[in-house]
């Protein structure tokens, strides 16, 4: 999930966003965004995907399984 955290925080940095305002976009905590992003969670498949159409990029990008 490494690549995951590392993916999600470089796409919510290049958009300018802080945790809280991704958190609002997608309707999790900010809490819950830091924690993916240290790889002490992981988000369930229901974020997974609102992360992705969010980003307009793959589920497979996110997780590592794409380039």
């Not at 995951?4 to 991704?22: C, N, P, S, V």
């Not at 992981?42 to 399984?65: H, M, Q, W």
């Amino acid at each position: 999930m490494k690549i995951f955290a590392e993916r999600l925080k470089e796409l919510r940095l290049e958009e300018g966003l802080t945790t809280k305002k991704l958190g609002e976009k997608i309707g999790v905590s900010d809490v819950a965004i830091s924690r993916w992003e240290r790889c002490e969670r992981v988000p369930n498949i229901i974020y997974l995907v609102e992360i992705a159409k969010y980003f307009r990029v793959s589920t497979d990008y996110l997780c590592g399984l794409e380039d």
